[in-house]
């Protein structure tokens, strides 16, 4: 690839080329030995600027394909990802007492949420390198994602989930065409079973971290970020973390326009975590390299993650930042749901609300200014999990027979006379 110089080992700090080693780094394993993917950025220069992109009609995150890394252009799949919205939230931000708080609705995506960003890129991978199969391990989102993407491009599609996934994201990815295996299990479980399979039967793997070309797709919504906010990066970014991929994939994303001058700053990461599945905010808070292993607990499935397999970039990203990380409950989390809605009109998962719900955690702490211009970004859908969206919602529909007499006095109930 005429833009990547080589990839290199977030922990040791061997280079590889592409062609040396197809996931991580040999000697420091699957979680230590992520790979960054290290540009040429003299030669992206000559291919992409300021005038460039406000001159182009490619409206979704290909728009950066300079910045990417794909070789075979020819094998881009026809759905179109990104440059998703980025709303200006006057009433939610009135709530908080924020002048420029910017709500991103990943759930606009293909299958609504940002996992879409990284299977676009794998499927392109995959193809580039002949495979014929490609799987991942999810939660949901990333299965729903990569099964569309396989879908239109005629890879076959092995996902592995845990047997506790939401029904909504399986019925997705089902309808999409994959084979789906369901692991007694956690996600952790349906990780391993896959990354196994995955090098027994030489399947080209989407997993997380592990690929080191996934992070590249998702840093393409902090591109869009800056882009929509007339070349400034914001002040503070919020965004739910559970492996740690999109967090570190932001990072990239923001420091990539950095680096070629087309932003003059670079944002705070605030990365936000279920209190029952916090691996990274125990290990940021307690100034460590690498989580320790538990057993998640969250209404928060796409964060529900006891491993992180993306964990040594994620720290690393919220650090040079200068950001942080925090908890949030799940009665938070399901809290910020219809808050979210109501106040801006993006309907939003819990992991992908888990954002919001930390703003609202360090706006009452007093850690926030109001003058800050602040980006959450929801993750994804709240249709991906409508029972949880159900539990967050203390209104009920009312049953009534047809006439006006009933429906006034159903009016009369709702307060609206």
């Given at each position: 690839?005429?833009?990547?110089?080589?990839?290199?080992?977030?922990?040791?700090?061997?280079?590889?080329?592409?062609?040396?080693?197809?996931?991580?780094?040999?000697?420091?394993?699957?979680?230590?030995?992520?790979?960054?993917?290290?540009?040429?950025?003299?030669?992206?220069?000559?291919?992409?600027?300021?005038?460039?992109?406000?001159?182009?009609?490619?409206?979704?995150?290909?728009?950066?394909?300079?910045?990417?890394?794909?070789?075979?252009?020819?094998?881009?799949?026809?759905?179109?990802?990104?440059?998703?919205?980025?709303?200006?939230?006057?009433?939610?931000?009135?709530?908080?007492?924020?002048?420029?708080?910017?709500?991103?609705?990943?759930?606009?995506?293909?299958?609504?949420?940002?996992?879409?960003?990284?299977?676009?890129?794998?499927?392109?991978?995959?193809?580039?390198?002949?495979?014929?199969?490609?799987?991942?391990?999810?939660?949901?989102?990333?299965?729903?994602?990569?099964?569309?993407?396989?879908?239109?491009?005629?890879?076959?599609?092995?996902?592995?989930?845990?047997?506790?996934?939401?029904?909504?994201?399986?019925?997705?990815?089902?309808?999409?065409?994959?084979?789906?295996?369901?692991?007694?299990?956690?996600?952790?479980?349906?990780?391993?079973?896959?990354?196994?399979?995955?090098?027994?039967?030489?399947?080209?793997?989407?997993?997380?971290?592990?690929?080191?070309?996934?992070?590249?797709?998702?840093?393409?919504?902090?591109?869009?970020?800056?882009?929509?906010?007339?070349?400034?990066?914001?002040?503070?970014?919020?965004?739910?973390?559970?492996?740690?991929?999109?967090?570190?994939?932001?990072?990239?994303?923001?420091?990539?326009?950095?680096?070629?001058?087309?932003?003059?700053?670079?944002?705070?990461?605030?990365?936000?975590?279920?209190?029952?599945?916090?691996?990274?905010?125990?290990?940021?808070?307690?100034?460590?390299?690498?989580?320790?292993?538990?057993?998640?607990?969250?209404?928060?499935?796409?964060?529900?993650?006891?491993?992180?397999?993306?964990?040594?970039?994620?720290?690393?990203?919220?650090?040079?930042?200068?950001?942080?990380?925090?908890?949030?409950?799940?009665?938070?989390?399901?809290?910020?749901?219809?808050?979210?809605?109501?106040?801006?009109?993006?309907?939003?998962?819990?992991?992908?609300?888990?954002?919001?719900?930390?703003?609202?955690?360090?706006?009452?702490?007093?850690?926030?200014?109001?003058?800050?211009?602040?980006?959450?970004?929801?993750?994804?859908?709240?249709?991906?999990?409508?029972?949880?969206?159900?539990?967050?919602?203390?209104?009920?529909?009312?049953?009534?027979?047809?006439?006006?007499?009933?429906i006034e006095n159903a009016l009369l109930s709702f307060g609206l006379f």
């Open positions: 690839m005429s833009n990547i110089l080589h990839l290199q080992c977030v922990s040791c700090g061997k280079t590889y080329s592409t062609s040396d080693t197809e996931y991580t780094c040999p000697y420091c394993g699957d979680i230590s030995g992520t790979l960054d993917v290290v540009y040429d950025y003299e030669f992206i220069k000559s291919q992409l600027s300021k005038a460039s992109l406000e001159n182009s009609h490619e409206y979704s995150h290909w728009r950066y394909l300079p910045l990417l890394p794909v070789d075979q252009p020819q094998l881009i799949p026809p759905l179109q990802v990104g440059f998703t919205p980025l709303y200006k939230a006057e009433k939610l931000g009135e709530q908080l007492g924020l002048n420029g708080l910017y709500i991103k609705d990943e759930g606009k995506n293909p299958t609504a949420s940002m996992k879409d960003r990284a299977s676009s890129i794998a499927v392109v991978k995959a193809l580039e390198k002949g495979a014929r199969v490609i799987t991942t391990a999810s939660t949901g989102n990333a299965a729903s994602s990569l099964s569309a993407f396989a879908a239109v491009t005629g890879l076959d599609c092995l996902i592995f989930v845990p047997e506790n996934a939401p029904r909504a994201k399986v019925a997705q990815l089902l309808s999409f065409g994959a084979k789906v295996l369901m692991i007694r299990g956690t996600y952790d479980h349906a990780f391993d079973q896959c990354r196994l399979a995955a090098n027994k039967w030489q399947w080209y793997c989407r997993n997380t971290a592990i690929n080191p070309y996934l992070g590249e797709g998702k840093k393409t919504a902090a591109l869009e970020i800056c882009e929509q906010l007339s070349w400034k990066a914001p002040d503070k970014v919020f965004v739910s973390v559970g492996d740690g991929c999109i967090i570190a994939g932001l990072w990239k994303g923001f420091q990539d326009f950095y680096r070629l001058g087309f932003i003059d700053k670079l944002p705070q990461l605030i990365g936000v975590q279920a209190e029952k599945a916090a691996p990274l905010v125990k290990a940021f808070v307690e100034g460590k390299d690498m989580a320790e292993t538990l057993i998640p607990e969250t209404v928060a499935d796409s964060i529900s993650v006891g491993n992180p397999r993306d964990q040594v970039k994620a720290l690393r990203a919220v650090r040079e930042s200068g950001g942080k990380m925090i908890t949030v409950s799940d009665d938070q989390i399901l809290e910020a749901i219809p808050l979210v809605a109501r106040g801006s009109g993006v309907f939003g998962e819990p992991a992908g609300v888990a954002g919001y719900a930390g703003l609202r955690k360090m706006v009452d702490l007093r850690e926030i200014d109001a003058s800050e211009k602040i980006v959450v970004i929801i993750t994804g859908n709240g249709l991906k999990d409508i029972d949880s969206a159900m539990m967050a919602v203390k209104e009920k529909p009312l049953i009534v027979e047809p006439g006006l007499d009933d």
